[in-house]
């Protein structure tokens, strides 16, 4: 009879300890607090900048910032391949589809003062809401509001209305967010580590045209992921309405495929990269009922090779100055 307190006791600790091991995986694995401050947009974007190492990869083949980059560098003391850690995005057409409307939640290493100065300056007017200042800035056709959410955050929207960013000014308060509707219903579908991902909805009616000439049904929801074991490893889930659709995709993409193949092989070994190839030949296709999955793995030395010829290409006499 006395082993009864002591087995109440150790059953006591146990559903302590799945209750706190419940709380934590339900705490720690949602999305990235920066996505939870978007509002509600037709793409969600989200990039780990500071696990890609850019910094040690410009090293490799360094280039002087110029024109209004380099003016910002030396105004703020913001490098982006060094200072920039996260940087979230929802996107969404206008009504009329001339347009994009965005929003980007910034997530690094910043000199709040000097920051604050460069926007003062640049700015055509400001706004106070909720102890925080809203820089409104005229660039390139359109009302871009900056504001400062701490000393980590920055948050950027072209959105005509001031009521979007007074929504992440809220939300970052709060940190109560749950975040766009599109992050809510998909994101369980991001591979846990990954360092950067899309989630899209299509178009409602129209089929939904990427580059090559390869479309997607209406209405399908695309999941895109980027993760890194070595290699980089690419998975894209595209949902439709229905099972046909879904084989219909899988069917065009591999034909895609063969033919890119065929091309391959009849160039032979003349001007044949090893790691593209691999790159291609790495890349899968399957229906899972209605869903599309489309697999890649890129390897690192692919990666290296891409960001040195972009670096030597900026870097060549003659480039035209990239704007930030």
């Not at 850690?85 to 929802?90: G, I, P």
């Amino acid at each position: 009879m006395r082993k009864t307190p002591n087995l109440l006791i150790s059953a006591g600790i146990v559903v302590a300890a799945l209750a706190l091991g419940f709380f934590v995986s339900t705490r720690f694995s949602g999305p990235p607090l920066a996505t939870q401050l978007l509002p509600e947009g037709d793409s969600i974007v989200y990039l780990k900048l500071g696990s890609l190492h850019l910094e040690d990869l410009s090293q490799s083949a360094s280039v002087e910032p110029e024109g209004d980059y380099k003016e910002f560098v030396a105004q703020t003391g913001i490098q982006i391949e060094r200072d920039l850690d996260e940087v979230a995005m929802s996107r969404r057409d206008t009504p009329d589809h001339r347009d994009v409307e965005s929003s980007e939640i910034l997530v690094g290493h910043f000199d709040a003062e000097r920051l604050k100065t460069y926007l003062q300056k640049a700015a055509h007017d400001t706004q106070e809401y909720r102890d925080h200042t809203i820089y409104g800035i005229q660039h390139e056709g359109h009302f871009v509001r900056v504001c400062l959410l701490d000393a980590a955050r920055v948050a950027v929207t072209n959105m005509d209305r001031s009521e979007p960013m007074h929504g992440i000014v809220d939300r970052s308060i709060t940190r109560h967010a749950a975040g766009p509707s599109l992050l809510d219903a998909f994101y369980n579908r991001v591979p846990h580590g990954s360092l950067g991902w899309v989630i899209a909805r299509g178009p409602n009616q129209d089929a939904w045209q990427l580059p090559g000439g390869f479309s997607l049904p209406a209405d399908s929801i695309a999941v895109a992921s980027l993760r890194y074991d070595s290699s980089l490893l690419f998975r894209a889930e595209i949902s439709a309405q229905s099972e046909t659709q879904a084989k219909q995709m899988v069917e065009d993409a591999n034909s895609h495929l063969a033919l890119v193949h065929s091309i391959g092989e009849s160039l032979g070994a003349r001007g044949q990269d090893k790691d593209l190839k691999a790159a291609f030949d790495s890349l899968r296709v399957e229906q899972k009922e209605n869903v599309a999955v489309f697999t890649a793995t890129i390897p690192q030395s692919l990666i290296k090779k891409i960001w040195s010829e972009v670096q030597n290409e900026n870097a060549a006499p003659g480039a035209p100055a990239q704007k930030p």
